[in-house]
């Protein structure tokens, strides 16, 4: 096999900073993240980019057990009649969603869909489950599969099958499930900022932005390096919506029949494009330490030498007891290649020990997200590695929200947000809340509405579409960016 | 809520020996484990259920990545010419498969399946990442949903949709993909010991009962109570069948372009079926320690005294912390009430605490699996509590081990089978390896073969059923039995 150069390694993938889009495309298909399925918008996961979402579910779901949810598993095929009990749903969904019409030969009496999300289907259940207050609160969660047909799409950030988790809860009183649905959005903003290393910016979208069904949507949404914004976990407001839709009632304290309200909320692995744009660099990925499938990687120096390989699998050997999720590499590339190859795929920490270190009792970290050469004492190394990862950790985390922090413009005049839209940056902003200006500023820009933050403080006191001074309270503070 | 005696408790539940399929119905559903999905062959897991299925996935998990194995993720809907690729393969599924026609109103060039196994679309894939010996061996899971039209359906058992992990792999050579095949197949038969305290049968498929596309099929046979046995597990070797439908060449050392071996391995949520079906009795659930959503439950007695529920508290706290599945009744229901719902619901360990108890520093254990009534020293309780699950276990995989010795019958003429299919039990006998002798027996006494066991030391001299006298090695020890 051909050895190959810093340079032919770079070369192989696109610049990022001319053509961003392909540098992802580049970096997701040779780190072996993922391939293309034979059926159009399908992707195949693999196991290192799968690794990546065991992590992630791994994380999430230790916190949605903490918060009271359990797990629970609803058929993948709904009738399709479900889908119509919520007008606003079936608007949404029936042009994205695959129909399954046949077993073998045999054709079906009602079509199916393939679930695009599962409200309906886990309504019809609870209608079954819920007779009482006492049944409530219900804290649902799903791990699976869903299927939106989607023209356009690219490996993690928007696929027909993706994988995901889906909150399903349901409550007593309207302030109870708002308290979840926030409940659940600081959740996943708490899991971005501690696991993914990526700071959001959480509030609630538009009517025109919000899911097919829901009273209130509130978002989350992340800045990608190129200063598009990618939404990466919703939280809803559901209302009774879905429960009058599927009757779902209980007898209430009073002796009255009521419906309950409902959220739903859910994150995919979507997350796994988020983290790619929002921490990789020229020679590939930047993986953060929490989630990366290998976040130190072995390599001996002149492993020709005697004792190197014995020496560097002990520290390997070392790491893993310790817990640390370590890789040796062993094979006869050389040093500089292997250094590319794991600098490519993001590890976050690279353990070097050649014959002089093995002498002086140290061993070379060289760190992924800062490209610094530490030596560090072999005694005590694990500790020293922990150490080095919530470091990398804390530094990529602060990297990125100073990014964020610096690509956000306030402007106060369409003129001013064309430009840093340009710019690569988000606009802060003030609208008037009708959908007009929404529309027209996406037709203008393609730049849509991101966030209303739940901190409101005006940054101006007119829509910076139409001007209009509204009455206080009518007039909101917006983010708008273009958007993945 | 009207208090329930243990008379009402067991007159809910179906009596275990008159009728066993209701038994098992009734268990399911009353303890939630499962409900009834809307469409027709499906059902929902419900958190209990679902809580069982975490940690067998758990516990599998780590045996296959033990054992070299890395997970990933492939597409759910397959291209319908995939299947045509092996002829026993599209032969055997073609009429199970769901069938996707559309995507919202625009029909589909080609009609897709939601995969009923993934044998296809992941060669597809293996064919783009195998190029040379040095690709090999593939060492691939897949957790997945999975959809098999059924028309008998009963939940955990046989549903059309079910949730399972499928292993894919590809080897140089015959030998390491029979080694791989035979490996799996221990790992599968040491986690049903370990894990779900329950002694399977493992050996060779006949011909008639092998997997649609493989040289030869492996499983493992549980007995269930009722004398019938349940298929918890097969491992494929598939020879080089699917790589020479899907094309996959690898360049091997002589230069030579050469297809590789490929073996396939699965085990689904049937296995929650088989372990009810395995250790349940007329009081309800009995769970394997290692597999109980709740190990432990925390009941205080004569809760309105002063201090119990605080103790009870404590109690529950230290069993947590020692990482022991604790769960806590502190509802109003009479203790009398709580130990039956929770002996319904097969927790292994019921913990009572009351006053004099308290006084006394003990707490009184039940049993899950004797109904035993141990006194033991507050002091040192999550170690006592970790020692009794293991002794649970222990017992139910002896007691389950000695029921199948016991129901294991060596039978020299078809009198002899049909006897002891009446007395509910399996069949150990020989068979000239013709598939009409197989299905005439199926024929007359609805049993099938299930395995022929590892060990072929003779246990006659004929064919049970045609009477011949074969040569060496033709006649066949074999396991013939009713099934699920």
Redesign the interface.
Known sequence: ?AKKNNAQFVQEIADINENFPQWYTDVVLKTELV?Y???KG??????Y???I??NIQKELDKRFKETGH??????????YS?LTREKEHIEGF????????????EELPEK?V?RPTSET?IC??YK??VKSY?DLPVL?NQW??V?R?EKTTRPFLRTS?F?WQEGHTLHRTHEEAEEETFKMLNVYAEFMKNVLATPVLTGKKTEKEKFAGANATYGMEAMMLDGKSLQAGTSHDLGCNFAKGFEIKYLDKDGELKFPYQTSWGVSTRLIGALIMAHGDQRGLALPPRVAPIQAIVIPIASHKEGVIEKAEELYKELMSAGIRAEKDFSDNTPGWKFNEWEMKGVPLRIEQGPRDIENGVVQIVRRDTFEKIEVQRDGLAQTVARLLDEVHENMYNKAKAFMDSHIVTCNSLEEMQKALDDKCFVKTMWCGCPECESKIKELYSATARVMPFDQTPVGNKCVCCGKECNEGELKVIYFARAY
């Open positions: 096999m391939d399925g034979p059926v399908s992707m195949v996961i693999r196991p980019g799968y690794a979402w065991e359990k797990n629970a598993y609803f058929p993948m095929l709904i009738p479900f029936a042009p994205e969603v695959a129909l399954v019409t046949h077993y073998g030969e199916l393939v289907i019809e259940m079954k489950w006492r649902i699976a599969n299927f047909c099958e994988l």
